[in-house]
């Protein structure tokens, strides 16, 4: 079966601290593996696509990697605004499957 | 601004009622998604579309139906509402059915009272 887990459930990180949160995935034929931020009562915000093993992608604060089996979403430095939970998500066939999420508070 | 449009933003109906929720695609997208979140749940995926026609089901109840029209907006039925029902319903869209990245919409919140 599909399944897509992220851990921490929780993190709060003060403000500098850097961390990584964790995107583990078993697909069969993945097609992508994306990465979302989501304000409370918000629609999920694109943030990036990683296609194959090896991937990075970085903006800003933030750096996603990805391997045969996980992808990575480092956050360098954070600041408050970071504040959000972040979505992994991955497409096999027509669908994406998410995970549940990481909700990420930084102290200023 | 991620340019998907959802009307309306909130509702409240009662129990039993049926509801119409709206999703305007980006310009140029084909593809449209549809999501229920609920407090305690991630996102679940319920149905997607792709140039009017259906292209994969997830746990979408009976109960629930959509449909993608010629000019690609989307609307999501929803029919003898239970309280279990009220949830954020989101809608995304994507430029093709291949591996591109989906844009969400913001939202509507059903309430069931």
């Known amino acids: 079966e599909d399944q897509v887990t992220q851990s921490p459930e929780a993190l709060r990180l003060q403000e500098g601290e850097s961390s990584s949160l964790n995107c583990s995935y078993t697909?069969?034929?993945?097609?992508?593996l994306f990465w979302y931020r989501q304000d409370p009562g918000k629609g999920p915000e694109f943030l990036f696509t990683?296609?194959?093993a090896g991937e990075e992608k970085e903006k800003e604060r933030l750096k996603a990697t990805l391997t045969k089996k996980e992808s990575f979403l480092h956050i360098t430095a954070p600041k408050p605004e970071d504040s959000a939970t972040y979505l992994c998500?991955?497409?096999?066939?027509?669908?994406?499957?998410f995970g549940t999420g990481t909700s990420l508070t930084v102290i200023p | 601004d991620s340019g998907v449009t959802q009307t309306p933003k909130h509702l409240i109906t009662a129990t039993g009622q049926r509801v119409t929720l709206r999703c305007s695609p980006r310009s140029g997208d084909l593809s449209v998604y549809w999501y229920q979140q609920s407090l305690d749940q991630g996102l679940q995926f319920l149905i997607h579309?792709?140039?009017?026609?259906?292209?994969a089901k997830g746990n979408i109840l009976e109960r629930f139906s959509a449909q993608q029209f010629p000019d690609l907006h989307s609307e999501l039925n929803l029919s003898s509402l239970e309280l279990g029902d009220s949830a954020l319903y989101f809608c995304a869209s994507s430029h093709t059915q291949g591996a591109d990245e989906a844009f969400f919409g913001q939202g509507t919140r059903l309430t069931v009272v």
């Open positions: 990683l296609y194959s």
């Open positions: 579309y792709y140039n009017g026609e259906e292209r």
């Open positions: 998500a991955v497409k096999t066939g027509n669908q994406f499957y």
């Open positions: 697909v069969s034929g993945l097609r992508g």
